[in-house]
């Protein structure tokens, strides 16, 4: 997304969750987070990484269920352009998987870790 549509819009966007904080679960993570975004009416877009997406596998689906945008950003969360074009294949496929099987849906978007990004990842 480049531009909104209109002045004074914006776009939330949440990186590299979901998480759980273990000490006080609700509380400065994933369902924290999506419970002040419902309580406020506002929608935002959370970028899942695949490997939290295995520790919290719950999350991506309470969040999808509550009108929420899921997208992917990778399984690892290395720089791509760090990694072969058969290891970017398998980080898409594998966090695409596992967004599939929590909200029946693929993912329409990407975002990269770090904005590290090249003709191979493009």
């Known amino acids: 997304i480049i531009t909104c ?42 970028f899942i990484v695949g490997v939290n997406a295995v520790r919290n596998p719950t999350e991506i689906a309470a969040s999808y269920g509550s009108g929420h945008h899921i997208c992917a950003h990778t399984y690892t969360h290395h720089p791509l352009t760090s990694l072969t074009n058969e290891q970017i294949v398998a980080e898409f496929m594998y966090t695409e998987s596992l967004i599939f099987q929590q909200i029946k849906k693929r993912p329409l978007y990407f975002r990269p870790p770090y904005g590290d990004i090249d003709n191979r990842v493009r």
């Open 5 to 46: 549509p209109g002045q004074n819009q914006w776009g939330l966007t949440y990186d590299d969750g979901p998480t759980v904080n273990e000490a006080a679960p609700g509380t400065d993570d994933t369902a924290g987070l999506r419970s002040h975004l419902d309580s406020a009416g506002l929608k935002a877009t959370f």
